[in-house]
């Protein structure tokens, strides 16, 4: 695990005590710090390659989505703001896809010629599909299977959008009322504090993968400049 990774790691195991206004500041940090890492990563190359299309793509995904994400939880919209959460993840999971294929070049080249990522190889030989690169990166971040698990189920329709439309008044009885609305006004922003940090923690090892990839990986980077 390289240095970065173990800071990233760190945080992921500390972060969530944190009130979500400060994990707010945090994810502003974390996007600045995110376009930090591209400037200058993208500024020490004696030329471009696919991966760095590649790169980019994972970065203005990643930026949109951390934007959305916060507006989502700021108006109360639960549901969304988990789907965000899984997407994010994804993001997460197609970007260490590029160290585990044999030429990240061609496997980037590749993939913006429009083939899916889950058809492609990795350089043990098999398909990258979710479950082999959640399985990859859980062997770093633990965190990351019970996300991907407790999500997907805002990505796909399933109960979790049903009993979003009740409120439940007596478990025992049955009783209950519909609740339709795009959001929920008056729920406690603390509500949202597992969500928010998960968000955060990813986007944390979404910055520490990308330095990481154009300090020690880079084919194209020019040392001392």
């Known amino acids: 695990m390289s240095e970065e ?7 992921t195991k500390s972060l969530p005590k944190m009130p979500v206004f400060e994990m707010f500041s945090w994810l ?13 990563g993208l500024s020490s190359g004696s030329t471009i390659g696919d991966q760095h299309f590649y790169l980019c793509g994972i ?3 990643a930026l949109a989505q951390t934007r959305a994400f916060k507006h ?8 969304v703001a988990a789907a965000l959460l899984r997407l994010q993840l994804d ?33 043990d030989g098999q398909q990258m599909r979710d479950k082999y690169l959640r399985k990859k990166l859980v062997g770093t971040y633990p965190w990351v299977e019970t996300v991907y698990k407790q999500t997907s189920g805002a990505i796909h329709f399933s109960n979790r959008h049903i009993f979003s439309a009740l409120d439940i008044k007596n ?27 998960a968000f955060l923690h990813n986007n944390m090892i979404i910055v520490a993968a990308t330095r990481d ?8 980077r020019t040392v001392n400049q």
Do not use: M, S
């Open 5 to 11: 990774d173990k800071q990233a790691d760190l945080h």
């Open 72 to 79: 989502c939880v700021e108006d109360r919209k639960e549901l």
């Open 91 to 123: 993001t997460a999971l197609r970007l260490y896809a590029l160290f585990w294929v044999t030429d990240p070049n061609d496997f980037a080249k590749q993939v913006f010629h429009g083939k899916q990522i889950d058809t492609l190889k990795a350089a």
């Open 171 to 197: 478990a025992e009885t049955g009783e209950a009322q519909f609740k339709i609305g795009p959001n929920v006004p008056d729920q406690p922003l603390d509500d949202y504090a597992d969500c928010v940090a």
């Open 59 to 61: 970065a203005n995904r």
């Open 28 to 40: 502003q940090r974390n996007q600045d710090e995110l376009l930090t890492v591209y400037q200058t």
């Open 213 to 220: 990839w154009f300090e020690r990986f880079d084919p194209f």
